[in-house]
């Protein structure tokens, strides 16, 4: 490895947002956290039955999948709000919103309605760039 490669490295690896950017992340992380717990996975956890009832005739969820996603939404927005995890948990956010995105497009029929989980993947994936470093500690956390 040569110096510059060594030098790229350790400012990729010691990289932190400005005190104005953190502000930011924080308060994306800690709104979008709690919407995801409150208003979108705690519904499917507290009442998955009148959501599958209500479902669009085209779009039917297993029982089973609909508590795995309010499972998932819930742990992600815990996820976010934990400064170790916020980039893992942003990161599997941004999969799982791009998913419930295809799932609006191309399952129900609806593409329109698809720009609202692409525009959440969007900020989830920019969270998790710029908490990059989260996860080499977190790495390094589980490695000892």
Same mark, same amino acid.
């Given at each position: 490895?040569?110096?510059?490669?060594?030098? %790229?490295?350790?400012?990729?690896?010691?990289?932190?947002?400005?005190? /104005?950017?953190?502000?930011?992340?924080?308060? @994306?992380? &800690?709104?979008?956290? @709690?919407? +995801? #717990?409150?208003?979108?996975?705690?519904?499917?956890?507290?009442? =998955?039955?009148? $959501? #599958?009832?209500? %479902?669009?005739?085209? @779009?039917? +969820?297993?029982?089973?999948?609909?508590?795995?996603?309010?499972?998932?939404?819930?742990? !992600?927005? &815990? !996820?976010?709000?934990? =400064?170790? $995890?916020? %980039?893992?948990?942003?990161?599997?956010?941004?999969?799982? /919103?791009?998913? %419930?995105?295809?799932?609006?497009? +191309? #399952?129900? !029929?609806?593409? !329109?309605?698809?720009?609202?989980? $692409?525009?959440?993947?969007?900020? +989830?994936?920019?969270?998790?760039?710029?908490?990059?470093?989260? $996860?080499?500690?977190?790495?390094?956390?589980?490695?000892?």
């Amino acid at each position: 490895m040569t110096t510059a490669n060594a030098s %790229a490295d350790f400012a990729a690896a010691t990289y932190r947002p400005g005190k /104005t950017r953190n502000r930011v992340l924080w308060t @994306l992380q &800690i709104v979008l956290g @709690l919407f +995801f #717990i409150i208003a979108s996975g705690g519904p499917k956890l507290v009442m =998955p039955n009148t $959501l #599958i009832e209500n %479902a669009p005739q085209n @779009l039917s +969820f297993p029982f089973g999948l609909l508590i795995f996603i309010g499972v998932v939404e819930v742990a !992600g927005g &815990i !996820g976010l709000m934990v =400064p170790r $995890l916020s %980039a893992l948990a942003a990161a599997g956010l941004s999969v799982l /919103t791009v998913l %419930a995105a295809a799932t609006q497009a +191309f #399952i129900a !029929g609806q593409p !329109g309605m698809a720009i609202f989980p $692409l525009v959440l993947a969007a900020i +989830f994936a920019w969270i998790a760039y710029e908490r990059r470093t989260t $996860l080499t500690d977190l790495r390094d956390a589980l490695s000892r």
